[in-house]
């Protein structure tokens, strides 16, 4: 199902034509990954979120603008800081309930995304940009460690002070307000293409529910076919995610792009075969030598940064994965809650073999192919933490078993 989106050409180029671009350019070396197009969705163009641990806010806005593609409303360019704002201070709150014993750090799911949708609304990103500093015109780029110092500063002094017997309202005037100054207040009421909203009226002109979405995950810990609130810090809201078998997961996403839905997706991409260079595999690190046909002394000198670029530099054999090793990674905290990403295609190497197109929020000068990285199916099985989805995109036999 391959699509083109003329609305995207007329927007200067689709991120998906860029990709396969390159891909062609790639297929005149004899090394390396060259990769071919299978099934692409309409995407917007890959964002920088920069020095901010916002990628989650980065992904599910990514995932949002494609679905107002996929519903024939056109091109928007949604802010992701009007929806770090608002997280942000709700986990404030949230922490400051927990009596300081609970995580408060930057980082999100994609369900955070889905709340303010429903509970605050959105805005353009020409509306609130989310800098609000910076000494030149040219500091356009989320730069969140002075941010995150200040309002984790505020919180910590409030939650570990034993002296503080009652708390007043103060303090949330004061972490909003950190939040107003770094990042621009969040606007009651705008003006786009000449019509006054409000965020609410905003979303309601946009035509998303929040209600159509849903997470869907694969863990043995809990019982497949019902739901729960995976345990990973950045869940603190705690989202109520489907359980399903591991096959059951992949089915799903393979059956959204199939009927031309993407995913968010939340992933852990601190193992060795997730590369700056925009590849997520799952190489056999214990048989490395022999998959590299590197001399085996050699393989034991090399550093892990060699080891990691001799064994992603090409398409080599990767790991059989299984339920068990899901769980034992996630168990063991090999797996943990590290990115947030949107699933937007598919695509396979010279080899047929089939991977997975992904929009990452670093920017296009990060990786080979422009923002987007290429994911095995191994990589997406194993270290998928939950994906992001419309209801309507989960085949009916599953949705049945769900109760959807």
């Not at 969705?41 to 996929?70: H, M």
């Not at 950190?178 to 006054?196: I, R």
């Not at 056999?284 to 046909?293: H, I, P, R, S, Y």
Request: charged share 20%; aromatic share 12%.
């Amino acid at each position: 199902m391959k699509k083109v989106f003329l609305s995207f050409l007329l927007c200067a180029f689709t991120l998906t034509t860029l990709a396969q671009n390159e891909t062609q350019t790639a297929s005149d070396s004899t090394e390396g990954f060259r990769f071919t197009t299978i099934d692409s969705i309409g995407i917007t163009p890959v964002k920088d979120q920069n020095r901010s641990g916002t990628c989650w806010s980065y992904s599910a806005i990514g995932f949002l603008e494609s679905e107002l593609i996929r519903m024939g409303k056109g091109i928007y360019d949604l802010s992701e800081m009007f929806v770090v704002h608002h997280t942000m201070v709700d986990r404030a709150e949230y922490v400051v309930r927990m009596y300081g014993n609970a995580q408060f750090a930057p980082g999100g799911s994609t369900y955070d995304v889905i709340y303010c949708l429903k509970n605050y609304g959105l805005v353009p990103q020409s509306v609130m940009p989310g800098i609000q500093y910076g000494s030149t015109p040219a500091d356009t780029l989320p730069v969140h460690t002075e941010l995150d110092a200040v309002a984790g500063g505020i919180v910590d002094a409030i939650t570990s002070n034993s002296k503080i017997k009652k708390l007043t309202p103060a303090w949330k005037k004061a972490i909003s307000a950190v939040y107003d100054t770094y990042l621009g207040a969040c606007p009651q009421t705008f003006v786009y293409e000449g019509k006054e909203y409000t965020p609410k009226t905003f979303v309601e002109m946009l035509g998303l529910k929040a209600d159509d979405y849903v997470s869907i995950t694969s863990y043995t810990h809990h019982p497949f076919y019902t739901q729960f609130a995976l345990e990973v810090p950045d869940n603190w809201r705690m989202d109520q995610m489907y359980n399903v078998p591991m096959e059951e997961m992949m089915a799903i996403i393979d059956n959204a792009i199939a009927k031309g839905y993407t995913l968010g997706w939340a992933a852990d991409i601190s193992e060795i075969g997730f590369t700056r260079k925009g590849i997520g595999v799952v190489p056999d690190a214990d048989k490395g030598a022999d998959l590299t046909g590197s001399d085996a002394a050699r393989w034991l000198g090399l550093s892990e940064t060699d080891k990691r670029d001799e064994l992603t530099k090409k398409p080599l054999p990767e790991k059989i994965i299984t339920q068990a090793m899901r769980q034992e990674a996630y168990d063991n905290w090999e797996t943990t809650d590290d990115h947030g990403m949107q699933i937007f295609g598919t695509a396979k190497d010279q080899n047929g073999k089939r991977y997975y197109m992904i929009k990452n929020s670093w920017g296009t000068q990060k990786s080979n192919y422009h923002g987007i990285w290429y994911v095995s199916e191994a990589f997406m099985q194993y270290k998928t933490n939950n994906v992001l989805v419309h209801k309507n995109a989960i085949p009916k036999e599953i949705r049945k078993k769900l109760g959807i």
